[in-house]
């Protein structure tokens, strides 16, 4: 495997999570780092130790030596800042959400099969031990044709603000919760049940806690619920919330209130549930609960880090990959236009 030269932007969470991944993988060097806030960059180099520093990121995407950039910016800046690395030569790891809009995503693959680069957005929680587990489970057969699936992902208060109250703001954001949070919750379900191309949603988003935000600016939702059909008959339903007044079976958080993350998945043989991962299967007419282990204890950053550099040396498929990328915005956008409309939105 040749060595792959990787520059990161944006040196917050995100990016020192990515920085342990390339030192934890096999091919990966941690070339550069690019950020704009000195304390920030000063304590990653400090940390990290990669071998160039940059302010600006373009000057960073003009080095010949960079092979790929992270991007780990901003949604608003997801788009031009990565249809920048794909056109200066380089492969491309985003951050969730891909972009702002499908438009923008349909642009990036273009782009990305132009210049014959890998495309890949972040979603950890692929690589994750339950979502391991669950995946094998489905491929060995024991839960047969999946034909319904539950999302979810609630909290009871935690609104988030990001650097100068973006989160909030739709312009910059692109959406609230659902942007956020539903972009984990719906391609969790929808990774397990195959990534079958959206056919149809139906949806609605609601903004009822926004005497919880002393923002400026709030213009997006903070709750989204609603169903998504696909071209194989099977649906998943989700249920999306930064704030609610959940109930006390939700389980109590250090910093949101409560919160609930979780994935069930129906099929005819049995149906898996994610948090606590556990098997509910039919074993001669019975329903028995099986427990299930994770898929090993290696961390999820270091797995996904792992399949770009294999995608980038030929070695394996990108599993977040960029058509992947326009599917999932374009359920994001269709709940969005369900809402406005009040009716179902056909995709496909």
């Known amino acids: 495997m040749s060595k792959v030269n990787i520059g990161i932007i944006g040196l917050g969470w995100p990016g020192q999570r990515h920085a342990e991944g390339i030192a934890a993988s096999r091919g990966g060097v941690l070339y550069a780092c690019s950020d704009t806030d000195d304390t920030r960059r000063e304590a990653f180099v400090a940390a990290y130790k990669p071998k160039k520093t940059f302010v600006d990121y373009s000057k960073m995407l003009a080095d010949p030596a960079l092979d790929a950039a992270i991007i780990c910016l901003p949604n608003f800046l997801h788009f031009p800042v990565t249809l920048a690395a794909l056109g200066a030569g380089k492969h491309v790891f985003c951050e969730k959400p891909p972009t702002l809009n499908v438009a923008e995503m349909r642009v990036l693959q273009e782009q990305a099969t132009e210049q014959k680069r890998v495309y890949f957005f972040g979603r950890q929680a692929r690589f994750s031990g339950p979502l391991l587990a669950a995946k094998q489970l489905i491929a060995d057969g024991r839960l047969g044709e999946i034909y319904f699936g539950k999302a979810v992902y609630i909290r ?43 056919l149809a949603v139906s949806a609605q988003v609601f903004q009822k806690f926004a005497h919880h935000v002393k923002l400026p600016v709030n213009d997006v939702e903070d709750s989204a619920y609603g169903i998504v059909r696909f071209e194989n008959g099977a649906q998943v339903q989700f249920e999306i919330s930064w704030a609610a007044n959940l109930t006390d079976d939700i389980p109590p958080s250090s910093w949101t209130g409560r919160e609930l993350v979780n994935t069930i998945l129906y099929g005819p043989k049995a149906t898996v549930r994610l948090n606590p991962l556990a098997l509910f299967e039919d074993q001669n007419g019975e329903l028995v609960k099986v427990e299930i282990e994770p898929a090993g204890a290696q961390n999820p950053f270091a797995l996904q880090m792992q399949n770009f550099l294999d995608a980038i040396n030929g070695k394996a498929e990108p599993i977040n990959n960029a058509q992947q990328a326009v599917y999932l915005m374009e359920m994001l956008d269709a709940i969005y236009t369900s809402s406005t409309t009040g009716r179902e939105v056909p995709l496909a």
Do not use: C
């Open 156 to 198: 009871s208060r935690g609104i988030p603000v990001g650097v100068g109250g973006w989160f909030t703001e739709k312009a910059r954001s692109g959406g609230g919760a659902l942007i956020d949070l539903g972009v984990h919750a719906i391609d969790s379900a929808w990774y397990l049940m195959g990534t079958p191309r959206p």
